[in-house]
């Protein structure tokens, strides 16, 4: 049970990071940004290059994340701003272009292969049972400092309040002196940073390849949606409990139910705990665990 929990936590933070990125953003302009999960990529990509550049990690790290906000902000200003004039359908099939242009670059800078972080060699430990690696529990500080940070700026700072205030009444917030327009574009730079890191962590657990933002998109849309799409906490919800059921289905031995001592099922078959759960959560609670719509004046 401890082994299962810990998976569990370990697989929700694949998701945690990238998912209240895409629901940060959703909540104050109102169209799902595809293009995240490809600012994870960018993000390890990136952070590997300045560690062979010769920067320390806890220096490649910050830097690169710091950059991919950068660049999440720039895209947000010359692309998706004029986009939405048109409609957030629009601006949706835009970030759905934009991720296949970002992963043919990936394709033409980077090949095929997959790439790692350069860290050392560590065996796993045991800790109440459960096997657990250095770089599992670094990954969970990072992630766990990033929401913590994340949560901090939304209600204890000026700029939380008002990225509450434009998210609920962007008309309203905007005649009440709030430059809304910065608000949404500080908004962008700290979504590509959390989306960044959470393409880092799971580089420095394993690996990333022009590939990894495809395996992420449909779960952690499904992590945002049952937490409740634009509610950037709830995602972490969302990506537990989509975890939890990934987790249950490659991890459980299905044997004694089909006559045989061991049967698992494939690492392909997790995404498809994922679907259905999403699927179920759309017929009988689309609003998700949390919802975050209110009435606008």
């Known amino acids: 049970m401890i082994q299962f929990l810990f998976d569990t936590v370990i697989r929700a933070l694949d998701l945690a990071l990238i998912a209240v990125a895409l629901s940060g953003v959703y909540s104050l302009i109102k169209f799902p940004n595809v293009a995240l999960v490809q600012y994870s990529v960018t993000g390890a990509f990136l952070g590997m290059l300045l560690q062979q550049a010769g920067l320390p990690l806890l220096v490649a790290l910050p830097l690169s994340a710091a950059l991919v906000g950068l660049l999440a902000m720039l895209f947000n200003v010359l692309l998706f701003e004029r986009l939405l004039e048109e409609g957030s359908a629009i601006a ?10 970002l992963s043919a670059v990936f394709l033409l800078a980077f090949g095929p292969a997959a790439y790692r972080f350069d860290l050392p060699v560590a065996p796993a430990m045991r800790f ?18 990033s929401l913590g940070g994340f949560a901090a700026i939304l209600f204890f700072t000026r700029l939380g309040r008002e990225m509450r205030a434009t998210a609920t009444n962007c008309v309203l917030a905007a005649a009440s002196g709030i430059g809304t327009r910065g608000v949404i574009n500080a908004t962008v730079f700290i979504s590509g ?11 420095m657990r394993g690996s990333v390849s022009i590939d990894l933002g495809t395996q992420m998109l449909l779960p952690v849309f499904a992590a945002a949606i049952l937490g409740g799409l634009g509610n950037a906490l709830g995602a972490i919800a969302g990506a537990l409990v989509i975890s939890a059921a990934e987790t249950f289905v490659t991890n459980t031995n299905f044997g004694p139910l089909f006559g045989q001592d061991f049967l698992f099922a494939p690492a392909s078959y997790a995404q498809t705990a994922s679907f259905a759960l999403l699927v179920l959560f759309l017929l009988f ?5 949390f919802t975050s719509e209110v009435n606008r004046v």
């Not at 459960?130 to 400092?145: D, E, G, K, M, N």
């Not at 609670?285 to 665990?289: D, E, F, S, T």
């Open 128 to 145: 109440m049972g459960a096997r657990v690696t250095v770089h599992q529990l670094s990954t969970l500080a990072i992630t766990l400092v």
């Open 193 to 203: 940073v959390l989306a960044a890191l959470g393409g880092m962590t799971l580089a």
């Open 285 to 289: 609670r689309p609003a998700g665990l």
């Open 92 to 101: 949706l099939i835009g970030s759905l272009a934009l991720s296949m242009i």
